[in-house]
């Protein structure tokens, strides 16, 4: 779960107030690389552009963005529309789920605030790509309240969803199973609760990895041998028809968007056209 620190640090002047969202063109690229939040340190900030609200010149670099803030509390429709406007077509967006529904409901009876923040973050259009459902350590896995509440998710959207599970009976063929039947990726974390939260499982036509900081969370940049064994493990899950997403979570100190601009050069460099 993000520290308050590295939760983005979002302003009404995030982008005009009167245009609507409009559905992202175009396929989605075979790999996302951004942060959690669009916050930039000044370490960074002299290769982004030098004008614009925060999030457009974040959006400016980086082809995606991982909203935290809605953990922890709800945002109008009107707002979501507003950072969907601010980002260029063709920007995505994936939405962590609010702790209402994860960490105190425990994703059970979660019909009604699923149904109201699917409404409130639909501000978003096509540019709402991904869902992030980030259990609670304490959460095991229970398969009938777990196929209940994806069951209920898949009906209600058709954005991509990853589940970051953090108990170890998460980690078992049943479970893999479920998040399969139902179309939802496993987080692959670091640093890992279990050995198994290192790789991505579930759904596996989805890669996403999510990288909190190591040794120390949230705030541990990660070097440049760590960059390129990453590099390489995406360039394989693109090689294997997959769509990937990686999102740097250590906001803490700042680490987060260098070693996200640092990555993205190793993958262009490989990669040539991200299509």
């Known amino acids: ?42 370490n960074v900030q002299p290769a982004f552009p030098a004008e614009g ?11 995606a963005v991982e909203i935290n803030s809605s953990f922890h509390r709800p945002h109008r429709p009107g707002t979501w529309a507003r950072w969907a406007q601010s980002a260029p077509p063709g920007f995505r967006f994936c939405v962590k789920l609010p702790k209402t529904i994860t960490h105190e409901l425990r994703l059970v009876d979660a019909e009604k605030p699923l149904a109201t923040f699917l409404a409130e973050a639909g501000g978003l259009g096509g540019a709402l790509a991904c869902l992030l459902v980030q259990l609670p350590p304490s959460l ?30 998460w980690f078992s063929a049943e479970a893999d199973a479920l998040l399969v039947r139902w179309k939802t990726a496993r987080v692959a974390a ?28 949230y705030y541990s940049a990660y070097d440049a041998e760590y960059l390129d064994a990453l590099a390489a493990r995406i360039r394989a899950d693109v090689d294997a028809g ?21 990555l993205m050069a190793r993958l262009d460099g490989a990669a040539g056209e991200n299509r």
Request: overall charge positive; aromatic content about 10%; charged content about 20%.
């Open 140 to 169: 095991r896995f229970d398969e009938p309240a777990a196929d209940a509440f994806f069951a209920a998710l898949r009906a209600r959207t058709g954005a991509a969803a990853v589940c970051e599970p953090r108990h170890p009976s």
């Open 1 to 42: 779960m993000a520290t308050p620190a590295s939760v983005a640090r979002h302003s009404p002047r995030d982008a005009p107030h009167e245009r609507q969202p409009s559905p992202a063109p175009g396929p989605i690229p075979r790999w996302l690389v951004g942060c959690a939040g669009w916050t930039l340190p000044r």
């Open 53 to 63: 609200t925060h999030l457009e010149r974040y959006a400016a670099r980086f082809p």
């Open 242 to 262: 997959r769509q990937v997403w990686c999102i740097f979570d250590n906001t803490a100190a700042g680490a987060a968007p260098q070693n996200a601009l640092d």
């Open 190 to 217: 670091d640093p890992a609760p279990v050995p198994q939260a290192a790789e991505p499982g579930g759904w596996r036509e989805l890669a996403y990895y999510r990288l909190h900081g190591s040794p120390r969370v």
